[in-house]
């Protein structure tokens, strides 16, 4: 099958604050794909919460520093 045009897939994107977090304080993360999104799928690691399949959400972390978050943005025509 042929693979759909990449200008219907969404785009994920997403921000995080604050960027700078201090031992388990919160942050509040809100995605701002680009494009119909109609399932997020969420990998926070080291979080306390390390998964996430909303919109907007609290994350938080035990220790100060810097933890990867990815976003998989996903749609009837296929996922980011």
Known sequence: SKAPPVSNLPI???TIMPTLLLK????????IARGIVTKYEWDLVGATSPTSSEKIFYSQYREEGSYPIT???????GSV
């Open 24 to 31: 388990n304080e919160k942050s509040i993360v809100e995605e």
């Open 12 to 14: 994920p994107d997403f």
């Open 71 to 77: 976003l998989r943005a996903n749609n009837p025509l």
